[in-house]
Each structure stands twice: as structure tokens, then as C-alpha cells.
């Protein structure tokens, strides 16, 4: 199934080679899953939504989703 | 010394005409200074009474339509915190400072260093390496000198920021770093003071409204034990980033000073000037 991964801030370069940010995935795949695929510090999230909505590691994927991924975000 | 009463503020006022056609009584800034000399009362002082008067200060003419002459006595009324003067302090403190809250407590122990440059509107070229609250006393002098101003000179910590906040009907995270945030979380929690959240990175940045009672950063940040590296030490933080929080932070403080309930209460707004994100989340 297709989802679409959105990687806010210092987390976009881990998605640069996706076409606007397509992913093939399998049916199921969790959020965790596709951190890993894309090599991105798991430890270091602040925040992920699927379709707007917040989410977690462990959130299952469906067809057509859009994730985004948001790294901790602390300046002033 | 006799009192300012009404009489002497209906002198002082003048027929004027405003944007939408409609007459009104009005009190300019130079009588309202003059006055407050000679009645030895603060500006801010005098213009409550002229609100009260339904005289509208012609500085606080273009806020009437949007919060009307009882919010903007409100405001005159009120007491905010701003804890942090740097990029997102400095903005709220100048638009709340313009927008007539009566009585600021800032808090910063740094002074300004060229890299501030590009977004604390504080700093200038001829003050750095001076306290950031001598700034902000002087900017509050020439920008609306009846606010009451208290300027600590501190780095926020759990002891010093109870007093700091103490009295206040809302108080403005302009922090830093992660870590002190949840700090100035546990000081409003205890005082019972709604706190709000604000944080940039690169072009990304996020505002949320926290009451006492409710979850706060935890549902943000996701854990206490922190995240210390935050994005904005890899991408930096230019200019129009501090400056679009700021704005929905001190809309958030005034819509709590006002008792307005259109807030960010239990959501977070999030937003990527680089990659047109603008979204509000629910938290509950």
C-alpha cells in the first residue's frame, strides 16, 4: 500500500529520495517500522500525526495515510 | 492633591472620527503625558479612567474593535509574565507592551551578542553585550511608559520563578531550551496560572495554551526526560519564525487575560514557513 511520509525541520533530509514523499509499504506497517526504514533517530521525535491526528511508534498505517513526522522543536 | 475624576478627563478629550466613519471621544497621547505629569498619576491610570469614561486613548484606538473599551480596561487591568527576552520574548514583550497589558514581569540574564541580531528586536548594534531587561526598560519608556514594568535579571530556575510570576493572569514561555520549559510549566502549575507555550526551530514553530489542570508540554514533548537536542540547534532560527509565534502567543495571553475560551487549550498549533504547514492538533 502507498502512505505518504511527511519529515518536518532537521528530520527532511532523511526523506529526500522519496517523490514527494511516497512510500510502498506493507498492509499493517507501523510508524516505528518506517522510522527505521528511513534510518531516522527514533529517541529524538516530539511528535507524530497521521492524517492531523497525533499518533505514536506503534500506530498502524492504512492505505492512502499521511504521516508526519516532527523533530523536538526548543528555541526561543 | 485632588483626584483626576471625569470632569478633568472630559476635558483633556476631543471629537475625532474613526476608520469606520463613527464619531467618538478621544484622548491623545500628549495630553494623556501632560496630564500624567501634572496629576503626578501614571498614563496607564489615566487612561482607565477614560475608558471608564468611554474616552477611548487614541494609542489603544485600533485594539477597541476587536476587544472593545471593558477588554481594553481589562488589559490596563492586568499582569503578564514574559519569561525570556530573546527572540520570542522580545516580540511578545513589544506587542503586549503596545497593546496596553498594565503591568509586565520580564525575566532574562543574558545580554545581547551580534548573533541575536537577526530576530531579537530587542538588540540593536549599539547594545550588545548589555542586559536584555535594560533593553526592555528602555523600549517600555519610549514605547508606552505607564506600563508597570518589573525586569529580573535571572536565569530561570525552580526557586525564582514562583515570585517571578506570582499575580499574574498569564504568563509567556519564551524559553530557550526544553529542559526549563517543563520548569516554568511546574512554577505556573503551582500558582495556578495558565502558561503559554511557545518554540521555534528553523522555520517550524509551535504554541499551545496550558492550564494547571491540564496535561501541558508532556503531550507535546511526549516525555519529561528530555529531548535535549532540540531541531533549532541544527537549523538555526531566523527572524520570521520567532515573530509568527510571538504573535499567536500574546493573542493567546490576551485572550486569557479577557476570559475568551477560543484558545489553544489542549491542542497545539504547528506550523513550517518553509513548507506551508499550518495546523492545530488536539491534545485531548
Keep these: 500500500m502507498m502512505v505518504r511520509v511527511k519529515l518536518l525541520g532537521s528530520f527532511a533530509k532523511f526523506g529526500k529520495h522519496l517523490d514527494d514523499g511516497m512510500m510502498a509499504v506493507e498492509k499493517g506497517i507501523r510508524i516505528r517500522d518506517i522510522v527505521e526504514i528511513l534510518k531516522m533517530p527514533s529517541e529524538n521525535i516530539m511528535l507524530i500525526l497521521v492524517n492531523g491526528v497525533s ?10 495515510n499521511t504521516v508526519q513526522i516532527f523533530p523536538p522543536v526548543g528555541g526561543g | 492633591m485632588k483626584k483626576m475624576n471625569a470632569d478633568h478627563i ?32 501614571s498614563s496607564r491610570d489615566i487612561e482607565i479612567l477614560a475608558l471608564e469614561n468611554r474616552i477611548v486613548p487614541e494609542r489603544y484606538q485600533r485594539n477597541i474593535g476587536t476587544i472593545g473599551i471593558d477588554g481594553q480596561i481589562k488589559l490596563l487591568r492586568s499582569r503578564t509574565a514574559v519569561v525570556g527576552l530573546g527572540g520570542l520574548g522580545g516580540s511578545v514583550f513589544e506587542m503586549l507592551l503596545r497593546w496596553g497589558v498594565g503591568s509586565l514581569a520580564v525575566l532574562d540574564h543574558d545580554a545581547f551578542t551580534d548573533s541575536n541580531l537577526n530576530r531579537q528586536v ?16 528602555l523600549r517600555a519608556a519610549e514605547i508606552n511608559s505607564g506600563i508597570g514594568l518589573s525586569a529580573f535579571a535571572l536565569s ?56 494547571p489542570e491540564d496535561s501541558g508540554l508532556e503531550a507535546i514533548y511526549g516525555t519529561r526526560d528530555v529531548l535535549e537536542t532540540g531541531a533549532e540547534k541544527e537549523l538555526g532560527t531566523p527572524g520570521v ?5 510571538a504573535a499567536w502567543q500574546a493573542a493567546e495571553a490576551v485572550k486569557i487575560l479577557l476570559g475568551r475560551d ?18 492545530v492538533v488536539d491534545l485531548s
Excluded at chain 2, 484558545?263 to 504547514?277: E, G, P
Design chain 1, 55 to 64: 499518533a505514536t511508534l506503534d500506530t498502524e498505517l492504512s492505505e492512502g
Design chain 2, 262 to 279: 477560543s484558545t489553544l487549550r489542549n491542542k497545539v498549533l504547528l506550523f513550517d514557513l518553509n513548507d506551508l504547514l499550518m495546523t
Design chain 2, 156 to 211: 530561570a530556575d525552580a526557586e525564582n520563578l514562583s515570585g517571578v510570576i506570582r499575580g499574574c493572569g498569564a504568563v509567556v514561555d519564551a524559553l530557550d531550551n526544553i529542559h526549563t520549559r517543563f520548569t516554568l510549566e511546574d512554577a505556573c502549575k503551582k500558582e495556578g496560572i495558565p502558561l503559554v507555550h511557545g518554540a521555534i526551530a528553523g522555520f517550524m514553530g509551535q504554541v499551545s495554551t496550558i492550564y
Design chain 2, 10 to 41: 472630559s476635558r483633556l478629550a476631543e471629537m475625532c472620527t474613526g476608520p469606520d466613519g463613527r464619531t467618538y471621544r478621544s484622548l491623545s497621547v500628549p495630553a494623556t503625558l501632560e496630564a500624567s505629569g501634572l496629576w503626578e498619576v
Design chain 2, 241 to 245: 519564525t520567532p515573530a509568527a509565534v
Design chain 2, 122 to 137: 530587542l538588540s540593536t548594534q549599539n547594545n550588545l553585550g548589555t542586559p536584555k531587561i535594560e533593553a526592555a526598560k
